[in-house]
């Protein structure tokens, strides 16, 4: 299986702040991965897919990079409702695998 | 409005059988990819199936965690898919959302369902 582990798990931050969230794999699935976004209760949300295309409709402060087994999230200018939880994807091998997620916070 | 609603969720005792609803509107369920993602209470997201599209001939995947226990069909006259969910065990306790898969395999899930509640307890 492909294990993905997200740093920080935890992330505290202002509105205005730049946030990055890193996506490390145990191994090479190209750029088969995607972020999520959650808020509680709420199914998650596609953000970027293909490890750095911004799905339709996605604010542009969000961004994708990476390849291979490191990948990162960053938010440029943390707005009031970036606050939730970030899960990246593979989906590149069976089983499909999650992140752990990392839950930002408003300092 | 391309949408996805899931039903079926209860209280069911361990050993129990349940079954999952997806049904679509705004768009053809058997052009797509439908994967099956779980949500324990308080914990991460964890994917458990995936169900090919027709062109695909609907075959499946599975997670080893619900293997053998978990089937997934479809129904194309009711534009929906089913998650059978037999010898139940605690552990499966969750919210069970489905998902489209976004076109390409690595596009990920653009569009999901609202998610349905089983509670697995005696």
């Known amino acids: 299986d492909i294990q993905l582990t997200q740093s920080p798990s935890f992330l505290s931050a202002s509105v205005g702040d730049r946030v990055t969230i890193t996506c490390r794999a145990s191994?090479?699935?190209?750029?088969?991965l995607a972020w999520y976004q959650q808020k509680p209760g709420k199914a998650p949300k596609l953000l970027i897919y293909?490890?750095?295309t911004l799905q339709s409709g996605v604010p542009s402060r969000f961004s994708g990079s990476g390849s291979g087994t490191e990948f990162t999230l960053t938010i440029s200018s943390l707005q009031p409702e970036d606050f939730a939880t970030y899960y990246c994807?593979?989906?590149?091998?069976?089983?499909?695998?999650f992140g752990q997620g990392t839950r930002l916070e408003i300092k | 409005e391309v949408q996805l609603v899931e039903s079926g969720g209860e209280l069911v005792q361990p050993g129990g059988s349940l079954r999952l609803s997806c049904a679509a509107s705004?768009?053809?369920?058997?052009?797509?990819?439908i994967d099956w993602v779980r949500q324990a209470p308080g914990k991460g997201l964890e994917w458990i199936g995936r169900?090919?599209?027709?062109?695909?001939?609907?075959?499946?995947e599975y997670a080893a965690s619900v293997k053998g226990r978990f089937t997934l069909s479809r129904d194309e006259s009711k534009n929906s898919l089913y998650l059978q969910m037999n010898s139940l065990k605690t552990e499966d306790t969750a919210v069970y959302y489905c998902?489209?898969?976004?076109?390409?395999?690595?596009?990920?899930?653009?569009?999901w369902g609202q998610g349905t509640t089983v509670s697995v307890s005696s």
């Open positions: 169900s090919r599209n027709k062109a695909n001939s609907y075959t499946t």
């Open positions: 998902g489209r898969i976004n076109g390409r395999l690595s596009d990920g899930m653009d569009v």
């Open positions: 293909g490890a750095s």
């Open positions: 191994q090479d699935f190209s750029n088969y």
């Open positions: 994807q593979q989906l590149k091998g069976y089983p499909i695998t």
């Open positions: 705004g768009f053809s369920l058997s052009d797509r990819y």
